[in-house]
């Protein structure tokens, strides 16, 4: 028994839980001996907290960074991307540059944010440049579509602020902190419905940055038909594609639960717009994901002992531009359908497969390069090793005056419409 994995967690879903019976992992509670952790953040937090003291051996693995809110908090995630502009902008770095408007060329991902109450001003200065547009308030700290609300005039934000006779703005309560950002109100429709893409995301490691993308992501469908009328912006089941709410709409399909796969999407996208602008998309989505992780790789507490699944929610505009909405450190395990079930099933045990490599007892040192054949359904993004190789090889190519060529490694990094891959690598 002793080279058997022994697992604790603290969140009860059966696609975890039979994951680990299936390879004959044994249970542990949390304050026994444990090679493998599923936990809640908040066991995370504890985990590597000072107070604690607590010390990882070299055969534990847990499944969240110690900070891994820096990506996963929606105004700490704002926060990180524009540092991460201007830092490039201030290496000259040709990612960072800028079209006559002043919009970013290649790193216009995230739709124009502001932190409420600390950017107040900004944002009234900002509504006022443009008076009919809708924005769309969040609190930073909560998910499922709690707390979330559209606006299209500032008297609805100093009514729901407790100071309306000022001009300053308050939350309702100290401990709330909101963010507002323009609401992409030109989303692309299929069947008149708005929709949302979640992909599964798995990070190895930040420094250097290893990064898998989930092949078999799905869209998530509002019941009601969109529609941007400013009568219907309280009606979330036509603007908010959470689950948690639609799954209460009249029109809600209990049998594919508002979901479809990716794959069903691009054969339709392909159909519909061509097969060029449906690459181009998918190769937007992963330039965006990467350059997420990278804005986060300097602040990111990088244990050897961690990885992470994220779920990223993006909306896509009827020009076919996707949007980071949001990171998820811990996207629902929850099954609404039983292709909903088999798909989670497979995540947990595709992610494995990454961390755990031959199911055997993890050591923290390997290298975390997993053969092509264990990676199941996920496809390797990027990986910073080999793209500092590829960098290398270039360099020293052009210098002999020899052509450069792909060096046919799956790193996907040729993205389509960019700077050369050396300058953003």
Not at 164 to 179: I, L, R
Not at 372 to 396: C, H, M, P, S, V
Request: proline fraction near 4%.
């Amino acid at each position: 028994m002793a080279g058997k994995v022994k697992y604790a967690c603290d969140i009860e879903k059966s696609v975890l839980i039979n994951n680990f019976e299936k390879r004959g992992w044994i249970s542990a509670s949390a304050d026994e001996d444990w090679n493998f952790y599923w936990s809640s953040v908040q066991t995370t937090r504890n985990i590597f907290s000072i107070e604690n003291g607590y010390r990882l051996q070299d055969d534990q693995v847990i499944n969240h960074f110690p900070n891994h809110y820096e990506l996963t908090r929606k105004d700490l995630m704002v926060k990180n991307l524009k540092r991460y502009r201007k830092d490039l902008e201030k290496e000259g770095n040709p990612v960072s540059e800028r079209d006559d408007e002043g919009r970013y060329k290649y790193l216009d991902f995230i739709p124009v944010t502001f932190l409420l109450p600390a950017d107040y001003n900004l944002f009234v200065e900002e509504f006022r440049k443009n008076p009919n547009s809708t924005w769309i308030m969040k609190p930073t700290g909560k998910a499922r579509g709690i707390g979330i609300f559209l606006i299209n005039k500032l008297s609805q934000l100093k009514k729901w602020s407790r100071d309306s006779k000022t001009n300053s703005f308050a939350a309702p309560s100290g401990k709330d902190a909101y963010v507002i950002s323009r609401y992409i109100d030109n989303p692309l429709l299929i069947g008149g419905k708005k929709f949302d893409l979640r992909l599964y995301v798995l990070v190895t490691s930040y420094r250097p940055l290893k990064c898998y993308m989930y092949r078999l992501g799905f869209c998530r469908f509002c019941t009601v038909k969109y529609t941007s009328s400013t009568s219907e912006l309280d009606n979330m089941f036509i603007h908010l594609t959470n689950v948690s709410i639609q799954k209460h709409g009249d029109e809600y399909n209990n049998v594919h639960g508002g979901k479809w796969t990716i794959k069903n999407m691009r054969l339709f996208l392909e159909g519909t717009r061509g097969k060029e602008v449906t690459d181009k998309l998918f190769d937007d989505i992963n330039w965006l994901t990467v350059h997420s992780l990278k804005a986060v790789s300097g602040v990111m507490a990088n244990d050897r002992h961690c990885f992470e699944c994220y779920g990223y929610d993006i909306i896509i505009d009827n020009n076919l531009k996707p949007w980071l909405i949001e990171v998820n450190a811990s996207p629902s395990l929850t099954s609404t359908t039983a292709a909903d079930r088999i798909m989670k099933y497979n995540l947990i045990n595709d992610s494995l497969n990454i961390v755990m490599p031959n199911g055997e007892l993890p050591d923290v040192r390997w290298n975390k390069v997993p053969p092509k054949e264990a990676l199941g359904n996920f496809d390797l993004l990027y990986d910073e090793d080999l793209a500092q190789a590829d960098i290398l090889e270039r360099d020293t190519k052009s210098r002999l005056g020899v052509s450069v060529g792909s060096r046919g490694r799956d790193t996907k990094s040729s993205f389509t419409g960019r700077p050369p891959p050396t300058t953003w690598k």
